[in-house]
């Protein structure tokens, strides 16, 4: 059996950025991923067809200037000059078959009446839509600001708590607002994952986690066993909820009560000459059938363009394609590749500040136990990278 100073279970970025944080404090680190390779909502899809190579991301897609701990650990492994810009492409809304701006559908005056609310409410304690129908006007929160809400976690967002939808940090001045990186994403998840002191073991999920000599003994779908003196699960609440059953029930229930979404995803590629569309970032379509469209155009290649709808549930296949071939003019044949995915975003609620309060309390009285992850600060890259800080930096005093 494998002997390590820890064990992290999840190779999402909250994983990654854990991994990266406990082997350079020189722990003996192995991370367990049941995907064939790291990355999870972290991650790029490649594509290469005589010769030309494309990416495609099918989770997150922009890096922020804001983002300052997941700079760190970019600086920290030399990769700092991989960061490139985002075109200037706009955010759209699809409305009656035309594609319009953002601002198109929103009624002026009622945003201009509601506007001074901005200097006079506090986003504590209130859901967005209480929040932000005052901020914008009701006309407008629900007939468009609610849905370019809604196409960020792919999930009706009403009842999420407005202070962690959109938050504010500060800033690097010498890094672009917003960006990405060269080969997109996964880039920088398999440079963090190539880091000497980190040992990788993709494909197979983790089981079952039970405790054997004050030690953590980790057994994966193949059989293979890991043990460690430290756990760190970096996973969707819900199943690290069912791995921690006959180690910790207290942090197990706890993490039981929190509620997640499916993120339903399929991303084409298309021959740049095939595409009539203008490039856009995104669409946004209010009362569709997806919650967002998000494209590559913000990267522009000599050949193709890429594009990922975010489904709502329980769609079959049939509904998903004739819909991206109606929002994209075309037709099924001349969609040159497709590719799936589906994962899970937590579905906040206020009073989650509280959740997570509590389930600190609860770590801190648990043996070397430590958990990160889309579901403690909010649900951005940075969010997910500052609690990995955060869990080390318990991990370490
Ligand atoms: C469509 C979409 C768009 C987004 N856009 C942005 C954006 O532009 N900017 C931004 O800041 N944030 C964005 N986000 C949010 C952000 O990407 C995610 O919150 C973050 O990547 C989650 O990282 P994570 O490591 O916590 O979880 P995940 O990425 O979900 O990683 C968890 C990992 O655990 C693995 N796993 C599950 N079960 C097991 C098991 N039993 N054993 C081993 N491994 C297991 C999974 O395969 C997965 O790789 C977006 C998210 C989505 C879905």
Redo the contacts with the bound molecule.
């Keep these: 059996m494998a002997q390590q100073d820890v064990v992290i279970?999840?190779?999402?970025?909250?994983?990654?950025s854990m991994a990266f944080y406990c082997s350079q404090a020189g722990m003996k680190t192995t991370l367990?991923?049941?995907?064939k390779a790291?990355?999870?909502?972290?991650a790029s899809h490649h594509y290469s067809s005589n010769g030309d190579s494309f990416w495609l991301?099918?989770?997150?897609?922009?890096?922020?200037s804001s983002?300052q701990n997941l700079l760190g650990i970019v600086e920290a492994c030399g990769i700092f000059d991989t960061i490139i810009p985002r075109e200037k492409v706009p955010f759209t809304l699809l409305k009656n078959g035309e594609v319009k701006s953002i601002t198109s559908g929103l009624n002026i005056p009622e945003l201009l009446v509601s506007a001074p609310n901005l200097f006079r409410l506090k986003k504590d304690n209130l859901t967005v839509r209480e929040y932000y129908s005052k901020i914008v006007g009701q006309g407008n929160y629900r007939n468009t600001i609610s849905h370019f809400f809604n196409a960020?976690?792919?999930q009706v967002t009403d009842d999420f708590p407005a202070d962690m939808m959109f938050k504010s940090r500060p800033k690097r001045k010498d890094v672009l607002k917003n960006y990405t990186f060269k080969g997109g994403l996964q880039s920088v998840a398999h440079t963090i994952a190539a880091r000497k002191g980190i040992e990788v073991r993709t494909g197979s999920?983790?089981?079952t986690v039970a405790m054997s000599g004050g030690r953590y003994v980790v057994r994966?779908e193949d059989g293979q066993e890991y043990s460690a003196g430290a756990l760190v699960l970096?996973?969707?609440s819900a199943?690290a909820s069912k791995?921690l059953q006959n180690v910790n029930q207290a942090v197990a229930h706890h993490l039981s009560l929190l509620k997640y979404a499916d993120?339903d995803?399929v991303g084409v590629v298309v021959r740049k000459e095939n595409v009539s569309l203008k490039p856009v970032a995104a669409i946004i379509s209010p009362d569709d059938t997806f919650f967002s469209m998000?494209s590559r155009d913000t990267v522009k290649d000599d050949n193709f363009r890429g594009f990922?709808f975010?489904f709502r549930p329980g769609l079959d296949d049939n509904a998903k394609f004739k819909r991206i071939s109606e929002v994209l003019g075309v037709g099924l044949p001349k969609i040159e590749h497709t590719v799936t995915n589906f994962?899970?975003?937590p579905s906040l609620r206020k009073g989650h500040r509280e959740w997570a309060r509590k389930a600190d309390d609860l770590l801190s009285g648990a043996r070397n136990l430590y958990l990160?992850?889309?579901y403690f600060g909010g649900?951005?890259?940075?969010?997910?990278v500052s609690r990995s800080h955060d869990e080390f930096d318990r991990m370490a005093r």
């Design positions: 279970i999840g190779g999402g970025i909250s994983g990654l367990i991923e049941k995907g790291v990355g999870g909502s972290f991301e099918l989770g997150a897609h922009t890096c922020y983002y960020v976690p792919s999920p983790a089981e994966t970096a996973l969707p199943v791995l993120v995803s998000v990922a975010h994962t899970v975003l990160t992850g889309n649900m951005a890259i940075e969010d997910c």
